[in-house]
């Protein structure tokens, strides 16, 4: 007779906050994809054909070390080689972080409203997620960051510019906040979206770890280089804590066609740079023209807007979605709607205009 009784799991998961998951266009409209932040833009020059060439060894196992995209990251940022820890996404190495860092009951502190990974991932590890509310004007509040920092704490992250915000934190009060935090607690620096970042204050958090032993950067190949389906990130962080997030790593996870990618994508940085210029271009375009509709956006530095509509939500959700146009809503708080290219950005414009 087979059992009807559940194996043992960790007590932990039954606090896993789930994910939204976005709402899909249903019906026959072209759908713009405006819900994850991906780049609308097809691989940068050179991409692709190293991706046929290295297709062709799909039966080997990828570069466990990710030797040749380690070098050209280390020699791109004039960091050692052994500060560098690659990972399956930046999302995996975020994870791999608090693995490393803390134990069930201890603190994992960050914004909220932000990147909604970092609570998922903090209750999965059976650790307690401490979430500062943004200010008003949908900020960091850094000093009530650091005020929440206790003897628990073992992870702090900041993330900068923040999704869904996109709001950023400026370089003088990062580091005021980095110089409150004490040195045996690891923060870490999400720069998810920093090449989006077109501001001269904006903190380089590469910049920041160097003289920091308990700073952490994470950075992704998913936004401005446009390889999302391809799954790579990196951390820049001194050696134990990389060795230590090499560690945590699953063994292989990032796959001889993603480190290939990369390498690829790296070297079309001059390209990459002008579609970055494209996009920051339109993103003032459809941020004036909100303005111009009467809607309220926070400042944004990153490939997205937020749109606070509150108990609105949903339901501006789906007049996008029946539109053909797919957002990202958080239900009783907010949507984030990438900026795409200008057919997808219309699109989206034509919804906003509508909804009243
Ligand atoms: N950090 C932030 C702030 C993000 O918004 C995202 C993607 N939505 C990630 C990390 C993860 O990106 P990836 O795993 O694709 O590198």
Known sequence: MPSTTSPRMRPALDAVPGYTPARVPDGTAPVHRLAANESPYPPLPGVLERLAVTAQDANRYPDFGCRELTA???ARLDVPAAHIAVGTGSVALAQQLIQITADPGDEVLFAWRSFEAYPVMTRLAGAVPVQVPLTADERHD????????TERTRLVIVCNPNNPTGTVVGRAELEAFLDQVPADVLVVLDEAYVEFADDPDHPDGVELYRDRPNVCVLRTFS???????????YAVAHEPVAAALRTAAVPFGVSQLAQDAAVASLRAESAMRERVAALTAERARVVRELAAQGWTVAPTRANFVWLRLGDRTAEFADACAAAGVSVMAFPGDGARVSIG???ANDAFLRCTSRFR
């Open 142 to 149: 850094l000093r009530a960051m650091a005020r929440a920092v």
């Open 223 to 233: 936004k401005a280089h446009g390889l999302a389906g391809l799954r790579v990130g």
């Open 341 to 343: 290219d200008a057919a």
């Open 72 to 74: 050209e990251l280390a």
